[in-house]
């Protein structure tokens, strides 16, 4: 198990550079394809949580790639890239599957911020519902609803299990306070905030080798939480 895999299906070289190193400095592991084929080749044989599709690209359009890979592999979020004027585009690729797009040229926060909220409306990944998850010197049972660090077992109580879960099924996308006591609490006042903090720096002691500088759940100031392992 590793970061969320980004697939970047895109003709321009300086594009693909720059949209490689901005997602590689967020913590996602990116790949790349260079025109239509390669990007639904690519696709299907190492299924990325999330591509981000251009629409003009050689030996096969954006469009046809998408219509594709929809049919076989419909969960996976695509964000198609626009060139301005493109409005046809946008209505074609919408109603072949697309989830979301962006217009060219974009402001690269636009992209992130689509990005993240793509991927946490998207269903957990197969291997993070099944199987086991490991950073650092910490193994995940998420189907026994244990945990280990440096093979020692961690006590963690079952709602602590449950924030770590959603951190490692949402790993790289940066998760308000809200969401989080949302989707974990099933609260929606903002009276409970503190409830957050109290159980992200209780995971942090029991997970992190220096809770006061933790390397796997971070701080973002002013918005949230988020786990890169």
């Known amino acids: 198990m590793g970061p969320v895999k980004i697939l970047i299906v895109e003709d321009e070289p300086n594009m693909v550079a720059g949209l490689r190193d ?28 999330l591509i981000v599709l251009d629409v003009m690209m050689p030996r096969m359009s954006g469009l046809d790639v998408c219509k594709q890979l929809k049919a076989k592999r419909p ?18 690729g919408l109603e072949l599957g697309a989830d979301d797009y962006v217009t ?15 991927l946490r409306r998207a269903p957990s990944r197969p291997a993070a519902q099944t ?5 650092g010197s910490v193994l995940v049972d998420l189907v ?3 945990a280990t ?40 006042a903002d009276m409970y905030t503190r409830t957050v903090d109290v159980h992200v720096a209780s995971l942090r002691q029991k997970l992190e ?13 002013g918005l949230g939480y988020k786990f890169k392992p």
Request: charged fraction near 25%; glycine fraction near 8%; aromatic fraction near 10%.
């Open 144 to 146: 026994g609803t244990e």
């Open 104 to 118: 060219k040229p974009f402001n690269m926060l636009e992209l992130m911020a689509r990005v993240e909220a793509l």
């Open 75 to 92: 969960s996976i979020p695509i964000i198609m890239l626009t060139a301005r004027g493109q409005e046809v585009d946008k209505v074609v």
């Open 131 to 135: 199987g086991a998850f490991n950073f």
């Open 22 to 49: 901005n997602f590689e400095f967020e913590g996602f592991q990116v790949i790349t394809a260079l025109d239509g084929v390669e990007g639904l080749e690519r696709a299907l044989k190492e299924s990325p949580d």
């Open 209 to 221: 080798e220096d809770p006061k500088q933790p390397k796997f759940v971070l701080t973002v100031q």
């Open 149 to 188: 660090r440096e093979g020692q077992a961690v006590n963690l109580s079952a709602r602590e299990f449950q924030l770590l879960r959603y951190f490692i099924e949402h790993r790289g996308a940066t998760l308000s306070r809200e969401e989080l006591l949302k989707q974990v609490w099933g609260y929606s």
